[in-house]
C-alpha cells in the first residue's frame, strides 16, 4: 500500500507571512493556530495546536499581499519535519505543513494591487 501524506486544516493565521529567498525559488512563511475541542470531565475545553506553513514560488508571492496575522483560513497540504542540530549538539525538530491549496474562510479582501495574478491561475512549482 502507497504512503499517504496529506492534511486539511483550518485555523488562523498567528503572524504576518513573510516572504524568504530560499535557493532559486520563494518561499512564504507564517504560523498557523488550529485549535482542537475536547471534553475535560463535563465541560468542553479547545486546545490549541501551532503549526510553521510553507508556501513555495508564485503561489507565495501573491498570498504575500492578501494573508494577514489573524484571518481564518483553511489549506490542503502535506506534513514535512524539518531536522537540525544545534551548535550545543541537541537535535531538534518541528513538523510543518507545506501547503498547496489556500482557501479564506473570512470574506476575501480585495487585492490591493491589480497586477497580482488570479491564485488559482498559478501552475505549481514547488520545488521537490
Request: proline letters at 4%; a neutral charge; aromatic letters at 6%.
Amino acid at each position: 500500500m502507497a504512503n499517504v501524506n496529506t492534511v486539511l486544516v483550518s485555523g488562523n493565521i498567528t503572524r504576518d507571512p513573510e516572504l524568504k529567498q530560499a535557493g532559486d525559488s520563494v518561499v512564504l512563511t507564517f504560523g498557523l493556530a488550529v485549535n482542537e475541542r475536547v471534553k475535560k470531565g463535563e465541560t468542553w475545553q479547545d486546545i490549541a495546536h501551532f503549526f510553521e506553513v510553507l508556501i513555495w514560488g508564485n503561489r507565495g508571492k501573491s498570498l504575500e499581499r492578501i494573508l494577514k496575522k489573524g484571518m481564518k483560513i483553511s489549506l490542503e497540504g502535506k506534513l514535512r519535519q524539518n531536522r537540525w542540530t544545534t551548535t550545543d549538539g541537541a537535535n531538534k525538530s518541528k513538523v510543518e505543513i507545506v501547503a498547496r491549496n489556500v482557501d479564506f474562510m473570512n470574506e476575501r479582501p480585495k487585492s490591493v494591487d491589480p497586477t497580482v495574478p488570479c491564485i488559482d491561475d498559478l501552475e505549481e512549482d514547488i520545488p521537490f
